[in-house]
C-alpha cells in the first residue's frame, strides 16, 4: 500500500514490497500493453452520404459485413451532417477492415482511409 505518499520511489518500493503488489503491477502492464497494440492494429474510416436515420449500431454492422470483421471490433461514431449537407462517421476498425473496404465497392457509402494505409 503507498498511502498518500505518491512518489516514484514510494511506489517502487509497494510494488517491490510483496508478490501481491508485483503481480497487480504486472497486470496493469499487460492490460496497457495490450491496448496499445490493439490501437497500433487499428485504422479509420469515413463512410460518407448516410441517411440521417442511420444509428452508429447500423453503420457498425454495415462496415462489420464489408470489412470481415464483428462489431464489437469497431466504434462508429454519430452521424453529423457535414457543409455538402450529407451526414457523414467516422469508424474505427481493425486495419484488415479497412483494407477491405478501401479495394471493395462498397456502394452505400465512400470510404475514406483515416491512415496512410
Not at 498511502?3 to 497487480?24: C, F, T, Y
Not at 502492464?29 to 479509420?44: L, N, P, Y
Not at 442511420?54 to 453503420?59: A, C, D, F, L, S
Amino acid at each position: 500500500m503507498v498511502g498518500r505518499d505518491l512518489s516514484l520511489p514510494s511506489i517502487v518500493k509497494a510494488i517491490l514490497g510483496s508478490e501481491r503488489s508485483w503481480q497487480a503491477m504486472v497486470s496493469i502492464c499487460e492490460d496497457v500493453m495490450s491496448r496499445k497494440e490493439t490501437a497500433e492494429r487499428s485504422g479509420e474510416i469515413k463512410a460518407t452520404g448516410l441517411d440521417e436515420a442511420v444509428t452508429p449500431e447500423q453503420i457498425a454492422a454495415a462496415v462489420a459485413g464489408t470489412g470481415g470483421c464483428t462489431v464489437s471490433d469497431l466504434r462508429a461514431g454519430e452521424p453529423r451532417l457535414s457543409r455538402s449537407d450529407m451526414f457523414s462517421t467516422w469508424v474505427r476498425c481493425p486495419l484488415t477492415a479497412v483494407k477491405r473496404i478501401a479495394v471493395s465497392n462498397w456502394i452505400s457509402a465512400k470510404v475514406e482511409d483515416g491512415n496512410d494505409v
